[in-house]
């Protein structure tokens, strides 16, 4: 891991590979609202939903990595600030700047940043 990206990782985030099935989390960024429920735990596979109009109806993609352009990519990662970068069976999608998270489980629920 570059030193960029274990710097990114010991700021508050979340990594979305360690979540539980059934997991969901609640991503706002600079321009749209994402939820993102895990269908397979270690793996990134999640199933999301967005106000970004590609991503209106549910859809499975894995998320890959969040990235601070062009530099660093950090796998997995949600974290302030960072981009997110998730794959679709036809193509790569990435966001605008993550500004929030939250975790919900199916009786806890708690803000990451």
Request: with cysteine; charged share 15%.
């Amino acid at each position: 891991m570059t030193t960029l990206a274990a710097k990114l990782r010991a700021e508050p985030g979340v990594d979305v590979r360690r979540l539980k099935v059934g997991t969901c989390l609640l991503v706002e960024t600079v321009q749209h609202l994402y939820e993102m429920k895990v269908v397979v735990s270690g793996s990134g596979l999640v199933e999301i939903t967005s106000t970004d109009p590609l991503l209106n109806v549910p859809t499975v993609g894995q998320f890959l990595s969040s990235q601070s352009p062009p530099e660093c990519s950090v796998e997995g990662w949600i974290g302030k600030g960072l981009l997110m970068c998730i794959r679709f069976r036809n193509g790569y999608y990435t966001s605008t700047p993550v500004l929030s998270a939250e975790v919900q489980g199916a009786d806890w629920h708690y803000a990451v940043f």
